[in-house]
């Protein structure tokens, strides 16, 4: 299965309306559901526009809340859970990545992207342009070779960043004399809808006011829609209307039952239904189609501690994946020596944690939902746990080799590790860890070695372990 990654920097308000859902989420969930998929809130990226600590919160919580509804609306459980969702400034790794490329890329590269260029283009001097503007392309680079992503979803305007990041990773690996990176490809799907606002002149864009929201009230929504631009020669609803150029039709062709649709069209050409009619029917084929995602949007909003769990979870898998990555880039370019103290994950050799660090682990009581063999292994039990918060994750334990099978863990409850980074088993990641103590010594002195676990019946679902 190939790595995904892609990110959305919380420009404008933060907030998405249906041009970008048309434009890049909807295939996004799309690619989701047959890759390995990184998806970022690229925060850091927002600050090469947004110096105003308030209006960056802001649209960070609004991106957040937005995408995430978008992708529970369209998913299924399962498939949401494969999605590793972050936000960019919750991994250090991808700023440290920046600051050791940079030593690699050549100015000459930089000054030739697109986002610098253009700025030049608008009167603007190069000595008002901000370098978190120029070395765009830069930590742009370091987010995407941080999780060694075999693909990059873009539009076509995008497509020189993911060709920067090729020839960045090519130059390092060249360098060092090791391949630490692996190369990109661009994924620029062959039909991206790009539709025009609500004017019918300019692309759909906040700041222009020419947008139609997805999560803001249905009030708000109606007002826009009634806004769209149909057909100015029309002057009454008796008279004949024109398809081509018409918004609302447009947007019909998206959202409206094609039956349905094509029925309008008939009557609008004949002048036998009005444009309030028309825009009223655009309205409701919008409230029914993100009518899951609205509701969605509703549960997350009232609920930030799912958020938050969602997004630790996401942090913590994404840890895992950039760790392995600059441990060996700082391998690579000799900063690990026989003097080195620093680690990104403290060895598992060691006897002793510190009390903070104990206090960092969450143990929870879980409950068991199901339990199966995992095909392929004879050692590995497939459990899937309940750990409270309408959240449920899949957790492995090697202990079939004990004879424990999926009856001795199906329906009963445990005690369960839940803040450990994801480990790969096979072809799934275990979500945390069962707790097992030591058996009894035998009577003639030596040791069982077959793990025992321990019962938490009766203990709510979730409970946490003080």
């Known amino acids: 299965m190939k790595r995904l ?7 404008g308000d933060g907030s998405l309306h249906i041009g970008n859902y048309l434009g890049a989420v909807r295939q996004f969930i799309e690619l989701a559901k047959s890759h390995e998929t990184f998806l970022m809130v690229a925060d850091l990226h927002g600050l090469t526009t947004i110096q105003d600590k308030f209006k960056l919160q802001h649209n960070i919580e609004t991106l957040v809340l937005n995408e995430l509804a978008l992708l529970r609306g369209f998913m299924t459980e399962s498939e949401f859970n494969n999605i590793i969702f972050f936000r960019q400034s919750d991994v250090p790794m991808h700023t440290e990545c920046q600051s050791i490329i940079n030593n690699v890329t050549p100015l000459g590269l930089l000054k030739r992207a697109h986002a610098y260029k253009d700025k030049l ?14 070395s765009y392309p830069m930590l742009m680079a370091a987010d995407i070779l941080l999780y060694q992503a075999d693909l ?54 906040k700041t222009l006011g020419n947008v139609v929201s997805i999560f803001e009230s249905e009030d708000v929504v109606r007002k826009q829609v009634m806004g769209a631009y149909t057909d100015p020669t029309r002057k009454h609803a008796t008279d004949p209307g024109h398809i081509e150029g018409n918004m609302v039709f447009t947007y019909l062709g998206f959202f409206g039952h094609p039956t349905e649709v094509a029925a309008l069209k008939e009557q609008y050409k004949a002048g036998k239904v009005s444009d309030v009619e ?27 501690t799912l958020v938050k769990k969602i997004l630790h979870s996401g942090q913590a898998r994404a840890l895992s994946v950039a760790t392995q990555t600059m441990k060996g880039v700082r391998d690579a370019i000799g900063v690990t020596t026989t003097y080195s103290f620093f680690e990104y994950q403290k060895s598992t050799s060691g006897t ?22 995992k095909e392929g292994s004879d ?47 096979m072809d799934e990641e275990s979500q945390g860890m069962i707790l097992a103590v030591d058996s009894p010594r035998s009577e003639a002195g030596g040791v069982d070695n077959k793990p025992q676990f321990i019962s938490a019946e009766g203990m709510a679902v979730g409970a946490k372990i003080r």
Do not use: C, W
């Open 352 to 373: 002793h944690i510190s009390i903070d660090e104990f206090a960092r682990v969450e143990i929870r009581v879980g409950h068991v939902v199901e339990a199966a063999n």
């Open 379 to 425: 050692k590995l039990i497939r459990l899937v746990v309940d750990v409270g918060e309408d959240s449920k994750r899949i957790i492995f334990t090697g202990v079939r080799g004990f004879g424990y099978t999926p009856d001795d863990f199906t329906g009963k409850q445990f005690f369960f590790i839940t803040n450990l980074a994801p480990r790969k088993m």
């Open 278 to 304: 028309v825009k009223e029917y655009l309205f409701k084929s919008l409230m029914s189609f993100f009518g899951p995602a609205r509701s969605a949007y509703e549960e997350l909003k009232n609920n930030p």
């Open 121 to 134: 283009q608008k009167d603007v001097m190069e000595d008002d342009i901000n370098v978190g503007l120029f």
């Open 5 to 11: 990654l892609s990110g959305i920097t919380p420009s």
């Open 152 to 205: 990059v979803p873009v539009g076509k305007d995008q497509k020189q960043h993911v060709e920067i990041t090729r020839d960045i990773a090519g130059y390092f690996n060249k360098i060092y004399k090791k391949n630490v990176f692996k190369l990109p490809d661009p994924f620029i799907p062959d039909e991206v809808a790009v539709v025009l606002g609500t004017d019918g002149q300019r692309k759909m864009s």
